[in-house]
């Protein structure tokens, strides 16, 4: 009874390894008006977007939306950072499950332009 008890810890807990090593992070940095990675590709997967905020003087966020569609009610809400990031801070998002497709991402705090993040 014990083998099986520690083989179903074991194979628990490389499950749970397994899983956390999927996730990526992607490190966007926003300075005045502008992020400083312009375009993104990526591969299907989950991701944390880690957003820093370099001398922008104020608090910044981030969107993240399927392109064509920068309505508030289509943004994905795990895109959002967790806290708005101060100023010379970094703050992360929920995970982020990307499927292949075509998004935009942008803040509307800093205010920056829409750029082109695409899921291969």
Do not use: W
Not at 60 to 83: M, R, W
């Amino acid at each position: 009874m014990r083998r099986i008890i520690v083989v179903l810890v074991l194979l628990v807990g490389f499950s749970f390894q397994g899983n956390a090593q999927q996730i990526k992070t992607v490190a966007l940095e926003q300075t005045k008006g502008e992020f400083t990675q312009k375009s993104i590709s990526l591969s299907e997967g989950t991701y944390v977007f880690e957003i820093a905020n370099n001398e922008v003087g104020h608090d910044v966020g981030f969107v993240l939306t399927p392109e064509g569609k920068i309505d508030e009610v289509n943004h994905i809400k795990n895109a959002y950072v967790t806290s708005l990031v101060k100023n010379n801070k970094k703050s992360k998002t929920k995970e982020v499950v990307l499927t292949k497709g075509r998004y935009v991402y942008f803040c509307p705090l800093n205010p920056t332009p829409q750029y082109s993040l695409v899921v291969r």
